[in-house]
């Protein structure tokens, strides 16, 4: 059973085919047209995703030299509208034509089993899900079993790293590039807030403190201390992260956590992850941002349950994991 991945929730093109001999082919790409726009501007990716989402399909075919797949996975939610329309009518109308089953995919439980790409996890385990659009704790009790523990009052974690850099002057998307600014600063140097809020998360209250210490010093601290601002702000968002974690760890005496999602990407992250006295799991960098081939093996164990989805199949912007039954007419 060869099962297509399709992913278009955001700024990232992914198709990728997941078989019972694991992970045949996953291609991604991401969006470059929203750089000038220090933002993803909707209506372009929705527009992008539909001119490159054909060319990628027949690159994966061809490279795992098949004519077609036996099922289309699709990623419905959570996401932007359009994106997420665009991804979900090619996957409807290609599975029409092929005849073969539709399974529509959480975004979210894709991130949540995405740890599963690079080998056997054991549940139940506790997943940290941080990304530009998310950021939430949750208990994996078993297979399509999840809790969510806590998540984000306002900003995502991703969201506020990629915010700060622009505000610290280093473009979009600068995540990336915070976290290697922030390698020759001094993570003491400016004292950021790290909310106490149980097992939930806020990046807003962060955002706005760099934000205004960045107007108070003006240029001239920007040109003098931006590796000690940039390492000041990644040292209290990470720590922000790792305490939520070690709480969760806490209260439900599970001590196997799966970091996910683009922030996963972090190194200075991983590396205080890997220090604490419970067992840490990272997906491969590749696995962490949004790509194809979650979407693809969440396809997989679904349709392998008896999960499929009617071709009346809409687009869910909102989704939650909680909701992910309503994508569903099982067998
Ligand atoms: O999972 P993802 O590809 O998309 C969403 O589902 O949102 O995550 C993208 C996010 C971006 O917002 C970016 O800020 C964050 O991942 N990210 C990073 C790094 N690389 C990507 N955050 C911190 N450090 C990084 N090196
Ligand atoms: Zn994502």
Redesign the pocket.
Known sequence: MRVLGIET??D?TGVALFSERGLLVDLTRTQDIHRAFGGVVPELAARDHAKVLPLLLREALKSAEIKAPDAVAVTAGPGLAGALAVGVAFAKTYAQALGVPLIGVN?LEA?VLSVLLDGEVEFPFLVLLA????TEIILAEGLFSYKVLGRTLDD????A??KVAKILGLGY?G??K??QVAKSGNEEAFEFPVPQLGLNFSYSGLKTAVYYQVKRGGEELLAERLPDLAASFQRAAIQQLLEVAKRAVEETGVRKLAVV???A???Y?RGKFAQEDFEVVFPSPRF???NGAMVALTGFLRLKEGFSSPLTLGVYPDLTLEDTSLLYARD
Do not use: I, M, Y
């Open positions: 929730s955001c990232e975004h991130h990304s530009g659009g998310h995502a974690a991703g969201e790293f990629d998307p995540a990336a915070l976290e999602g683009g922030v990407r972090n190194s992250l962490s941002t949004d």
